[in-house]
Every structure is written in C-alpha cells, then in structure tokens.
Antibody
Framework: EVQLVESGGGLVQPGRSLKLSCLAS????????MNWIRQAPGKGLEWVAS????????YYADTVKGRFTISRDNAKNTLYLQMTSLRSEDTALYYC????????????WGQGVMVTVSS | NIVLTQSPATLSVTPGESVSLSCRAS??????IHWYQQKSNESPRLLIK???QSISGIPSRFSGSGSGTDFTLSINRVESEDFSIYYC?????????FGAGTKLELK
C-alpha cells in the first residue's frame, strides 16, 4: 500500500525557518517524481515545488522561489521541504504528492502537515 | 504561468441530477489536465487524468472530456457522497497550477 506521511510542521515566527519531511513507503520511491502542494485555511490548492526522481529537475512556484528548497534522499525514501524567511501567507496545510513523470497527475497524496506562521 | 478558471464556483444540485463542471486554461495545454475531488478534512483524490482517462477505483459515473483550452468533468447521476470540492490541475507546464475549485453542494 502506498503511503506518504508528512511531518515537521508547527508554529513558527515570521522570518524563521522550518523543514518538512515526507516519508514514503509501499512503492519504489526512487522511480517517482515528488511534489509539495499546500492549502491555506479555507482556500484552494497551490502547487509549491517539484523534484524529479533523481533530483535532476527541480521547479518552484514564484511565491516560494528563493525561500524554499525541495530535496530528497532516495536511500531514506524521504522528501524534504526546507522553508526559510517564512511569512504569514505561508500558513497552510502542506501535502506531499507522488508523480510518475513530470507531466503526470498526482496520484497519491499524504494526509498533510500544518504550518502556522505567526508571532 | 498557465491560469485555470473553473466554473461555476458553486453548483447546487439534488441527488440523481447529472452535472458538468468546467475548467478553462489560459493557453492550449493539449490534454494535460487532471481532476481531483476533495472532501471536507480529507486529502485530494485523483478522479480523472489526461482529460478523459479513468482511474482505477473511481466510480464510472465520473468522466472527463476536452482538449486545448476547454475541459469538462461530468458526473452522471450525482450521489450523496459526491458533494465536495473539485479541482482541475495542469501538468503541461513545469510549473503546475490548480484551478480555484468548484464546490458541489446539496440543493
């Protein structure tokens, strides 16, 4: 069974940093691209970042470029999102999602982890 | 960036009705559109990929169509479990985007 389990969320002050993790199981992690997608409270879905299976291709939404860094460790079956210079507008539920190829859909999603940026 | 415009924002229907949800792209994206359902307090679930391809485990009452800039998600005979929010997403660009969603609610 495919499972994606996010962790690392919490309450953080504006301007500070936080690192999210997504532990994958039930499939060959190194064969899949991975993504972070977020959802602010009561709002829609916003794609945040993607990374290819071998980390060769990485893309970011304009809203986080230069502040967030996506990475992965295929040996540990884990996806990461390093978030710096956090703003109140980064407050959201962050999902990790699997993607077979860069043009594919997101076929499995985690349950999400909440990040709250507030003083 | 490619903008996806979903309409209507809210659709009020009674169970048994058939409905169509629209998603329009700001430029041609071939069939690189995917549809998701999100129920309250749950993660999104993939319903349809590449505009019209079915997904294993998804009821056959869900279908998709379209290409280029105009896409439609159809639900044949809405059931009570279908009342939720539906999002379209494009993967044509390396910078993926989602539509704002259509909320399907009970009339």
């Amino acid at each position: 069974e495919v499972q994606l389990v996010e962790s690392g969320g919490g309450l953080v002050q504006p301007g500070r940093s936080l690192k999210l993790s997504c532990l994958a199981s039930g499939f060959t992690f190194s064969n899949y691209g991975m993504n972070w997608i977020r959802q602010a409270p009561g709002k829609g879905l916003e794609w945040v970042a993607s990374i290819s299976s071998s980390s060769s291709y990485i893309y970011y939404a304009d809203t986080v470029k230069g502040r967030f860094t996506i990475s992965r460790d295929n040996a540990k079956n884990t996806l990461y999102l390093q978030m710096t210079s956090l703003r109140s507008e980064d407050t959201a539920l962050y999902y990790c999602a699997r993607q077979r190829r860069p043009t594919d859909s997101f076929d499995y999603w985690g349950q999400g982890v909440m990040v709250t940026v507030s003083s | 960036n490619i903008v996806l415009t979903q309409s209507p924002a809210t659709l009020s229907v009674t169970p048994g009705e058939s409905v169509s949800l629209s998603c329009r792209a700001s430029q041609s994206i071939s069939t690189s559109i995917h549809w998701y359902q999100q129920k309250s307090n749950e993660s999104p679930r993939l319903l349809i990929k590449y505009a019209s391809q079915s997904i294993s485990g998804i009821p056959s009452r869900f279908s998709g169509s379209g290409s280029g800039t105009d896409f439609t998600l159809s639900i044949n005979r809405v059931e009570s479990e279908d009342f939720s929010i539906y999002y379209c997403q494009q993967s044509y660009s390396s910078l993926s985007t989602f539509g704002a969603g259509t909320k399907l609610e009970l009339k």
